[in-house]
């Protein structure tokens, strides 16, 4: 028989949220039954408990964080849990809202025994901070149920497992309170009763679903199950428990999601290109804050400067409540080679140094230099993508300026002709065709101009031999 | 006592007046006649101001030497007045590929720029167009030049600043009609230098105007009345 792992998360959506202080009461109240749901130790240790209220809750805490009861959160924090167990475990199902299943069984050898296996998981929960309830079984609902029950062991006796099952009443199952009650009337309140009836009994005086529950819970029939498979992309959002106004301390929690971000990179062995922060603001547009990295990185220290550098040069009009990230172009890691002898040491990369300019001044501000093969002078030379490898080109060593303006502007200053005429007359078949004599000319002020002479014999300057 | 001035002199950091040619880290500057009035060319590190009005050829004194230096290391040109031509820095040799050209928005970002691009160690040399400058913002510049070993041209407008500001060298520059007149108001380890003309015709010959030949004579012409 298969062994099975249900990690049961009792607060989960309380684990996902951002809190800056330790102390305080926070509780997730449920607003439709108007039940709390999930509180943290400090509310607890106020005498509030779950179940209570929402009125009894805040008459024993006056100082009580309520957050309501969101599904989306949990589902997303579930997800994000399974990503990160992917790793260690390979078949992993959801129960939603809050609960995930592992196979254990074909993990055993590659873990070699269910304690290590079982000790590979822990750790790698533990920097989830999140509090969890375990167990192991057979079947998968006898798992859901222990670990719901919070159990909390690891073994795989069968008949301590059956024995822990079978206490337990019939209304910790998932089974409707309409069944539960006609099992009631026949006597059957504990499972220990419901497992002594055979299953063909049960077929005779009950539905079918009764008969696959307790097929399904003593191993006996097959659990359909969907198994997770993960995306390759990363995307985070980190909640925050108390909106965030001032720019400077959105840098702690973008921290906390670059970290997650470096061991996601770190573990596939890749590097990001770009990554793309979102602030939610509150009743306002979402701030988007785009980070590219030409190097491309994986160390949350390297993306965290690059963040602080665009955080510098935005503003937030309403508070942020929540931050997503999001990794757009994750790629393999490309390692640079350093020749240890040939003397120059650099300590910036250029792609990296790009990279910091472009944070702080906007990819605009950086540009590159192309040559084209276009005869019109305003085409030949074109900025372009900083720092790309472009095919070279042969130097036909004609005399150009080495600056050039914008645009032609008209001639105004008196100028002496020292060479020319050179007539370029090219473009017609793009519609923008040129007729021009460039010539060489020499102002009084003794600099050296480019100047040309369109058809209607109209002069302009349009650079300098600086 | 005498070793530490012995270590000062070896490491150049002691300048005598009268002593001879210090052995300097320099390089040439690709005109010849500049690197004997230099005793060698520009700095190989450091911050070399150039006061020079636009277009009297101030680029292609400084290009040669920006050339040698880049062995695959980036140029950068910031706040350039107008577009840097592609085909003038190709055909003087110079990689396009290792070509930054920034546009600040404000001076501020301006001098961060500069300072990241001397600091990086990817640069060899770095264009900065701007106006006046203060001290400590030129120290910057010269401790971040060191750290990353690259040079830097501050290229400033003309207007004559009486505020000396700590550079490495500094070079006046106005328009000659066969090349550039260029003046040395400071420099490391060196005196001043009066005026000088830097004949450019033989590098440039189409921007410099033709000399007279000395085995002509002009014949007199009458004057207007």
């Known amino acids: 028989m298969t062994l099975w792992l249900y990690l049961h998360f009792p607060m989960l959506q309380l684990d996902a949220l951002y809190s800056a202080k330790e102390d305080e009461a926070i509780v997730i109240v449920e607003a439709k039954k108007n039940a709390i749901v999930q509180l943290n130790k400090s509310a607890s240790g106020h005498g509030i408990k779950l179940g209570m209220g929402l009125g009894t809750a805040s008459s024993l805490c006056c100082n009580l964080k309520v957050h309501c ?9 579930l997800l994000e849990i399974a990503h990160w167990l992917y790793i260690i475990t390979s078949d992993i199902t959801f129960f939603q809202p809050n609960g995930i299943l592992l196979r254990v069984s074909n993990m055993l050898t590659l873990h070699n025994g269910l304690d290590n296996y079982w000790q590979a998981v822990k750790e790698h929960l533990t920097p989830l901070k999140i509090h969890f309830n375990y167990a192991t079984a057979y079947s998968p609902l006898a798992a859901q149920l222990l670990s719901q029950s919070a159990f909390n062991q690891i073994t795989d006796n069968e008949k301590k497992l059956l024995k822990c099952i079978e206490q337990h009443n019939l209304t910790k199952t998932t089974l409707s309170i309409k069944t539960i009650e006609k099992l009631n009337r026949i006597g059957v309140n504990n499972l220990k009763a419901l497992l002594d009836i055979p299953i063909a009994e049960i077929a005779k005086r009950f539905d079918i679903s009764l008969v696959n529950y307790v097929g399904r819970l003593t191993g006996k029939f097959q659990h359909p199950l969907e198994y997770y498979i993960p995306p390759i992309q990363f995307k985070r959002c980190l909640e925050l428990l108390c909106d965030i106004e001032n720019v400077q301390w959105l840098e702690r929690p973008i921290a906390l999601l670059l970290n997650k971000l470096e061991s996601f990179l770190t573990l596939r062995d890749k590097v990001s290109h770009e990554i793309i922060i979102t602030l939610h603001q509150r009743d306002a547009a979402n701030v988007e804050l785009i980070i590219s990295s030409a190097q491309g990185d994986n160390k949350a220290q390297k993306w965290l400067k690059l963040s602080a550098l665009t955080l510098e040069s935005i503003k937030i009009v309403a508070p942020v409540h929540s931050i997503t990230l999001y990794a757009s172009r994750v790629v393999a890691k490309h390692i640079t080679e350093v020749d240890l002898f040939s003397g120059y040491q650099a300590n910036t990369s250029p792609l990296e140094l790009l990279s910091i300019l472009q944070a702080k001044l906007g990819k605009e501000a950086i540009k590159g230099l192309t040559l084209t093969e276009d005869a019109r002078p305003e085409l030949t030379s074109q900025f372009c993508e900083p720092l790309t490898s472009l095919k070279k080109l042969t130097a036909d060593h004609k005399l150009r300026p080495s600056l050039l303006l914008p645009m032609p502007e008209p001639l105004i200053d008196k100028v002496s002709v020292v060479q020319g005429p050179e007539r370029i007359a090219t473009g017609w078949w793009d519609g923008q065709p040129i007729v021009r004599d460039y010539f060489i000319a020499r102002c009084k002020k003794g600099r050296w101009l480019w100047i040309f002479r369109d058809q209607k014999k109209a002069w302009f300057l349009h650079g300098a031999f600086s | ?31 010849s006649e500049l690197d004997e009035k230099l005793q060698g060319g520009f700095p190989k590190v450091g911050v070399v101001e150039v006061r020079t009005p636009i277009g009297i050829g101030e680029l292609r004194l400084l290009l040669p030497n920006i050339t040698q230096q880049a062995q695959n290391r980036i140029t950068v040109f910031i706040q350039p007045p107008g577009f840097i031509n592609a085909e003038h820095m190709h055909n003087q040799g110079l990689d396009l590929n290792n070509i930054l050209i920034i546009y600040p928005t404000s001076t501020k970002e301006g001098l961060w720029a500069s300072e990241q691009c001397l600091k990086s160690g990817a640069c060899s040399s770095v264009l900065f167009w701007c106006q006046s400058l203060e001290v400590h913002q030129v120290r910057r510049f010269q401790a971040a030049a060191e750290l990353g070993s690259c040079l830097q041209f501050l290229i400033k407008g003309e207007q004559t600043n009486s505020l000396s500001i700590p550079v490495s060298l500094s070079l006046q520059l106005s328009p000659h009609p066969y090349g550039i007149e260029v003046s040395i108001p400071k420099r490391r380890g060196g005196w001043p230098l009066p005026e000088f003309t830097l004949d450019m015709s033989l590098h440039w010959p189409a921007l410099s105007l033709k000399k007279p030949s000395s085995n002509i004579l002009l014949f007199p012409t009458a004057k207007a009345i």
């Open chain 1, 69 to 77: 009861y969101q599904n989306d959160t949990e589902k997303e924090k």
């Open chain 2, 1 to 31: 006592m005498n070793e530490i001035i012995e270590l000062l002199q070896r490491k150049n950091l002691v300048w005598h007046a009268t002593g001879k040619k210090p052995i300097k880290d320099v390089t040439p500057s690709g005109y």
